[in-house]
């Protein structure tokens, strides 16, 4: 099956630690996405890559940290800095292309510190 | 400022009722418009596209209009079923851009 996918989809943290989210993708698609998504918000984009090895903040990157060493893999770094991190991440990908450039979900993980 | 704005936040209708909800933007260059339905703890999943130049798109008992002039979109649900119980967010990318807008979403939940 193509698709995206995300793991753990629940994760415990206590404060201090860093933890790592897993997002695999196996469509083909250049771009990669992070969001955060809090209860009564819009998601908010957190961290973007439009081409491997290449990523740029989005609206919400402090305390946060991605890699993207390959096509298919975009993971999330939640680092001690960040200082509210319990919410609910979503991972998505786009073709990239500008015309029809919609973009495939996750089914998410859930975050909480203890 | 690039917004996306939607109404109502939340409704409760009766199984087999129908409903529209509410999208209205700021997002300009405009390329296109997406609703997507979010099951709870779920990622969300597309149901339609708008590209600026259509008015109508029907997917299945979903149909989504556009105005663009007015920068308004909608979308209609007909005989709600039980599993239309979702959040329903509306979704608008501007023209040249990777970033997406999303609204904060219309929770919609349908009782037997």
């Known amino acids: 099956d193509g698709g995206i996918t995300q793991s753990p989809k629940y994760l415990f943290r206590k404060e201090g630690q860093n933890v790592t989210l897993s997002c695999e993708q196996n469509l083909n698609h250049d771009a990669m996405y992070w969001y955060r998504q809090d209860p009564g918000q819009g998601l908010r984009l957190i961290y973007y890559s439009q081409i491997v090895n290449d990523f740029q903040k989005g609206d919400i990157a402090e305390g946060y940290s991605v890699s993207r060493e390959k096509k298919e893999s975009f993971p999330l770094t939640v680092t001690s800095a960040q200082k509210n991190p319990t919410a609910f991440y979503l991972c998505a990908s786009s073709s990239g292309r500008i015309v029809d450039n919609e973009q495939f979900f996750g089914p998410g993980t859930r975050l909480t510190v203890l | 400022k690039n917004q996306v704005e939607q109404s109502p936040q939340s409704l409760i209708i009766l199984e087999g009722k129908n409903c529209t909800l509410q999208?209205?933007?700021?997002?300009?260059?405009?390329?296109?418009l997406r609703w997507y339905k979010q099951d709870t703890g779920r990622g969300p999943v597309s149901l339609t596209i708008m590209t600026f130049s259509e008015n109508t798109k029907s997917n299945g008992r979903y149909t989504a209009t556009l105005d663009a002039d007015t920068k308004q979109s909608s979308l209609h649900i007909t005989a709600s079923q039980l599993s239309d119980s979702a959040s329903y967010i509306c979704?608008?990318?501007?023209?040249?851009?990777?970033?997406?807008?999303f609204g904060t979403g219309t929770r919609l939940k349908v009782l037997a």
């Open positions: 979704v608008v990318s501007g023209m040249g851009t990777y970033k997406y807008i």
């Open positions: 999208c209205n933007y700021t997002v300009s260059p405009f390329s296109n």
